[in-house]
Nanobody, 124 residues
Framework: QVQLVESGGGSVQAGGSLRLSCAAS????????VGWFRQAPGKEREFVAA????????YHADSVKGRFTISRDNAKNTVYLQINSLKPEDTAVYYC?????????????????WGQGTQVTVSS
């Protein structure tokens, strides 16, 4: 079992930046690929970014490419999501999740463990 805790969310103005963290405890973190998803009110949870176990493969949704960057530090059992040039449409609860395989990382059903989420609110 893996426990995930997201942090770093907050309220910012458009154009601002945040750095989200996903801290893991439990089983060896480095054996998992990790993804970030987000869910806005009234919308489906959508893929944002993912990173393979060693960080050799990285994926970003088209809507965030060039603004969001995923990275990981296995020594700290933490994955980060640097989010820049925030837009009001980025407002959502952001979740991290782990996957045993690095296949299909853009799909929700590839992930086994989820955190509770951190709120990001962007005002215009």
């Amino acid at each position: 079992q893996v426990q995930l805790v997201e942090s770093g969310g907050g309220s910012v103005q458009a154009g601002g930046s945040l750095r989200l963290s996903c801290a893991a405890s439990g089983r060896t973190f480095s054996i998992y690929a990790v993804g970030w998803f987000r869910q806005a009110p009234g919308k489906e949870r959508e893929f944002v970014a993912a990173i393979s176990q060693t960080g050799g493969r990285i994926y970003h949704a088209d809507s965030v490419k060039g603004r969001f960057t995923i990275s990981r530090d296995n020594a700290k059992n933490t994955v980060y999501l640097q989010i820049n040039s925030l837009k009001p449409e980025d407002t959502a609860v952001y979740y991290c999740a782990t996957a045993a395989s690095s296949l299909r990382l853009t799909y929700r059903d590839a992930y086994d463990y989820w955190g509770q989420g951190t709120q990001v609110t962007v005002s215009s």
